[in-house]
C-alpha cells in the first residue's frame, strides 16, 4: 500500500456517531451471534482471566485495553493511569468491536507491539467501514470498501507479538513475515448464508466470526499430530509430536499443553509419564513459566525480567520424544492424550480464580498403540 493512502489517526474512536455491536445486529443477525459466542466478544467486564490478569498487572492503570478494548474514548487515560474500565461506556462493553475492527486502515510494524492505524473519516457523513467482501453492500448506517489490509495485515495488529515494559517477549503469535489470510483460513472458515439479513445479493456463504480456536473441540484435535513407535522386546517408547497450525503451539503466556502417556498390561496402569502433575515431565508439557528480577517465580507477564522454563513448538514443528520404560511386552497398550490448560495451574492459587472451565483439562487428542 502506498504512504499517500494513509489518511488516517492512531488514536481512539473519535466519531461523533459510534456503531455499537448490537447496532450492528439489524442488519447482521446471523454474523452479530457468531461474535457474541466468540472470545472477541469477551472484554474485561465479562472475562474472569483477563480481568484479574490486569487487576495483578496494575490496579492504577488498565494498558491492555490497546487489545482488548481498542474502542473505549478515553484508552490513552486508561493507559497512562488516569481512568479505569467503566461498564457505563459501551464503547469498553464491546470488547473487540465490530465497528473498531472494521475501521483499519493501516498495520504498523513496531517492537513492543505492532500499531492499529484507524481510518479517518469526514466529520458530518456516515462512516466507511472496511472488510474483504467483494462487491459489498451499503446501508443507512454506513459505507462499505473492500480494502486489501484485511487480506494480509488485520490479525497482526493484535496477534502478532507483545514485549513488556522489561523488554521480554510475553505473546508471540505471528511472525513479521506471515500474512493475515493464514489466520482467515483457520479462523474464519467460510460457513453457509449471506452477511446480512436481507441477503440481497443471494450470498451463499461468509467469513464465520466465531473465531474457533482452543475452545472448539474439532481445532483442538487437527491443531496436532502425534505418532508412536515400540516394540515389544523394547525399552523405549517414541511419541513424534507436530504442530499443525500456523503459530507456535503455545501463545497466550497462561496457557498449558501437556502430554499423558501410559502403559497399560492386562487392564493395569504399570508405568506413566507423570504421577501428579504435567510439570514432572519436562518433555512432554508445553508452557513458559516466568521469573522476576532476582530470579523468583512470576505469574503475571507484565511483571517478568525472565523465563523460569519455556517449552514450545513454533509453527509447523515437529519433535520426537524419547522414554525409557521397562521391557515391552505384546499387546501392551500405550496411550497418549494431549490435554491443554486455558490457565496453567502456576496462576491458579495467585489469581484465585473461580470459573472452573479456566482450570478443568481440555482433550485435544488421544491416540492408542498397541505394541506388536
Not at 84 to 111: G, L, M, T, W
Not at 195 to 221: C, D, L, W, Y
Not at 327 to 351: F, G
Request: hydrophobic share 30%.
Amino acid at each position: 500500500m502506498k504512504k499517500t493512502v494513509l489518511l488516517v489517526v492512531i488514536a481512539p474512536l473519535l466519531y461523533a456517531v459510534y456503531l455499537t455491536n448490537k447496532s450492528c445486529k439489524e442488519c447482521h443477525e446471523e454474523i452479530y451471534d457468531e461474535y457474541e459466542h466468540s472470545y472477541h466478544s469477551k472484554t474485561y467486564f465479562n472475562d474472569e482471566l483477563h480481568r484479574k490478569v490486569a487487576d495483578r498487572a496494575s490496579m492504577k492503570k488498565y494498558d491492555c485495553g490497546a487489545c482488548h478494548m481498542p474502542a473505549a474514548t478515553n484508552i490513552d487515560a486508561m493507559d497512562q493511569g488516569k481512568a479505569r474500565p467503566n461498564p457505563i461506556h459501551q464503547e469498553q462493553k464491546d470488547a473487540i468491536s465490530c465497528f473498531y475492527c472494521h475501521e483499519i486502515a493501516y498495520v504498523k510494524k513496531a517492537h513492543k507491539r505492532n500499531i492499529i492505524v484507524l481510518a479517518k473519516q469526514a466529520a458530518g457523513y456516515k462512516p466507511t467501514l472496511y472488510g474483504s467482501l467483494e462487491n459489498p453492500d451499503e446501508s443507512d448506517k454506513h459505507a462499505m470498501v473492500k480494502s486489501p489490509i484485511y487480506d494480509r495485515y488485520v490479525c497482526m495488529g493484535c496477534h502478532s507479538h507483545k514485549y513488556n515494559d522489561h523488554d521480554l517477549l510475553i505473546f508471540q503469535g505471528m511472525d513479521e513475515k506471515q500474512e493475515s489470510k493464514e489466520c482467515i483460513k483457520c479462523h474464519m472458515p467460510y460457513v453457509r448464508g449471506g452477511v446480512e439479513k436481507m441477503n440481497k445479493r443471494a450470498r451463499t456463504k461468509h467469513r464465520s466470526h466465531r473465531f474457533p480456536g482452543i475452545h472448539s473441540r474439532q481445532m483442538r484435535e487437527k491443531s496436532v499430530e502425534m505418532n508412536v513407535t515400540a516394540s515389544a522386546g523394547g525399552d523405549e517408547i517414541v511419541i513424534k509430536i507436530t504442530n499443525q497450525m500456523a503459530h507456535p503451539l503455545i501463545i497466550q503466556a497462561a496457557r498449558m499443553k501437556y502430554l499423558d502417556i501410559s502403559i497399560m498390561r492386562n487392564g493395569k496402569t504399570i508405568w506413566r509419564n507423570f504421577k501428579k502433575s504435567p510439570y514432572e515431565d519436562s518433555k512432554g508439557c508445553f508452557v513458559i513459566e516466568f521469573t522476576g528480577k532476582d530470579g523468583e517465580p512470576v505469574v503475571i507477564p507484565s511483571k517478568a525480567y525472565g523465563y523460569g522454563f519455556k517449552n514450545n513448538l513454533r509453527a509447523k514443528e515437529s519433535r520426537s520424544l524419547h522414554y525409557k520404560v521397562s521391557s515391552l511386552k505384546r499387546d501392551d497398550k500405550i496411550i497418549v492424550s494431549m490435554w491443554a490448560y486455558l490457565t496453567k495451574p502456576s496462576c491458579w492459587d495467585t489469581l484465585q480464580l473461580k470459573e472452573k472451565s479456566l482450570m478443568e483439562p481440555y482433550l485435544m487428542k488421544k491416540i492408542v498403540y498397541e505394541v506388536k
